[in-house]
């Protein structure tokens, strides 16, 4: 019984990776169990609901698992056969079938909202392109039951590899293969568990991964963002890195002289990290162009205070930030903050359940200085003068409040309308516009209603809260458009040179800030 124990702890040490069926998992234990027959495997299974039990048998414990239910006991003869790298690409390349396209990976591929942090290519482009094994420059063995290398130095001109949803377990294998790979710059480890590398085997492995620049490791079991800086000391020149559902809602300030030296894109989409402050830990990040934050949890946007005249030293080359499909709720606030950022351009956002978009674009791009693009919206020169312009009149009251009351409330006023000043500055003191009484507000404003084709004009009395819809109505039948819906945009009296589009029918004039004597253009 000892020989057959030694032999399959030979063959399954721990922390080994197995898969059964659809079914991975680590192998946690070697060994007899009390009053049962022969040597078995404890496997904790990806799938905390795949087992039976943590670990405990009997009331006696072997191994241990995260959660309650992922461990289970199986015989060593059940576990599949495995392979190398090597044999994996030859067979799926070199027996190539065109209807046998790797369909997860191109469903992976679509899914992705926002082109994954590195490209990896399915074998029908491949195929089309190249014929010689030796000579493919990207190689996709995802699903396979890879947990070695082979030999690969054939493989000279291989620079994207995809070894997803394998059955590589530790670094040292990772390495057997990128040492044989001279060309290698993206390497997709996603989905699989790796032992966390020892300082010595850091030291000892570290120089196989010099030319690597991307690497993804999403779903990969990490829980703790110490154990993703200790794994990243092995990859020193690394640009871009996938941490996508890793369960660690806590982060940890970088230590640059030894990691992320080079990182400009960084993918923590649904990572729970629900704690914009835990995000702030990373700012020392200065080579950070792309973080993407998607379906966190995160609630509320906060950084360290500033002087409102200055950006933060913190994410000093953040360019584009993804916080789509968090709940975010001090929506205003929250775009106030991120001005705070000093390269933002690019914001992925969802609407707040109580906002829709054009609300939410109005708001950004009027509270972000430098914002180019939202949700992949180009902002013109109109929309942004449009937004400032209705940001500039929906202030103005407490714009001149703060100024009355002194310099502690006009503080506080710019500290939570960082671009309000420069706006005064571009348009002037809202004091020009502002009726004197906000109290006694009339209910109805007098606009001139003027047809652009035919410079007929009409002088109008309208209620504020008139919807644009309604208003169309009236056009409609005081200029005989017959069933032609026109499209309506107003000129501020005191401000001619803006033209503000009233292009949402449901929206009334007083949401747009249609103020007396303003001109309804009809185009």
Not at 174 to 179: D, E
Not at 237 to 254: D, R
Not at 334 to 357: A, I, M, V, W, Y
Request: aromatic letters at 8%.
């Amino acid at each position: 019984m000892v020989g057959i124990i030694d032999e399959a702890q030979l063959f399954y040490p721990l922390g080994t990776r197995i898969k059964i069926a659809e079914n991975y998992g680590t192998v946690r234990y070697v060994g007899q169990v009390s009053g049962y027959m022969g040597t078995w495997l404890g496997i904790e299974w990806d799938d905390g609901l795949r087992g039976k039990h943590n670990g405990v048998v009997d009331g006696k414990r072997y191994f241990q698992t995260q959660t309650p239910m992922a461990g289970s006991f199986i015989r060593p003869g059940k576990v599949g056969p495995c392979a190398t790298l090597e044999d994996a690409a030859r067979e799926r390349y070199l027996n190539y079938d065109s209807n046998n396209v790797d369909k997860s990976l191109i469903r992976e591929a679509q899914a992705s909202l926002q082109a994954s942090l590195f490209e990896v290519v399915g074998m029908d482009k491949i195929a089309r392109k190249q014929s010689k094994f030796e000579q493919l420059a990207e190689i996709s063995v995802d699903q396979t039951p890879v947990n070695a290398a082979g030999y690969l130095k054939e493989l000279t001109q291989l620079t994207t590899l995809n070894v997803s949803h394998t059955l590589i377990w530790n670094w040292q294998i990772v390495a057997s293969i990128a040492q044989q790979l001279p060309s290698l710059t993206s390497l997709n480890l996603s989905c699989n568990r790796l032992i966390l590398p020892t300082t010595s085997e850091i030291a000892e492995l570290e120089p196989a991964f010099r030319q690597l620049k991307r690497i993804n490791l999403r779903n990969c079991g990490f829980t703790e963002w110490k154990d993703v800086m200790q794994t990243a000391l092995l990859w020193p020149n690394i640009v871009s890195l996938g941490l996508q559902e890793n369960s660690f809602g806590q982060l940890a300030e970088v230590d640059r002289k030894k990691i992320f030296r080079q990182l400009q894109e960084l993918d923590l989409h649904r990572t729970k990290i629900m704690d914009f402050d835990q995000v702030a830990k990373l700012g020392n990040l200065t080579t950070l162009r792309m973080l993407n934050l998607m379906e966190n949890g995160i609630e509320e946007i906060q950084l360290p205070d500033c002087d409102p005249q200055e950006k933060l030293n913190m994410f000093a080359s953040l360019e584009q930030l993804n916080l789509l499909h968090n709940p975010i709720w001090n929506e205003a606030d929250g775009f106030n903050e991120l001005d705070k950022l000093p390269q933002l351009r690019r914001l992925n956002k969802t609407p707040h359940l109580k906002s829709n978009f054009d609300e939410m674009f109005s708001k950004a791009v009027a509270s972000i200085g430098g914002l180019q693009f939202i949700n992949k919206a180009q902002v013109t020169a109109e929309e942004r003068r449009g937004a400032e312009y209705d940001i500039w009149k929906k202030y103005a009251p407490d714009w001149m409040r703060a100024t009355q009351q002194g310099s502690d409330s006009l503080r506080e006023f710019i500290r939570r309308h960082r671009t309000y000043p420069l706006l005064v500055k571009k348009y002037g003191s809202p004091i020009d516009f502002i009726p004197p009484s906000q109290t006694k507000r009339s209910n109805l404003i007098n606009v001139c209603i003027r047809h652009q084709l035919t410079g007929e004009s009409w002088e109008k009395k309208v209620p504020r809260m008139i919807t644009v819809q309604t208003l169309q109505g009236l056009v409609i039948k005081r200029f005989r458009l017959g069933g032609n819906v026109p499209q309506l945009c107003y000129v501020d009296a005191q401000h001619p040179e803006l033209v503000v589009p009233l292009d949402n029918n449901a929206k009334t004039l007083d949401f747009y800030s249609v103020q007396e004597h303003d001109t309804i253009l009809v185009q």
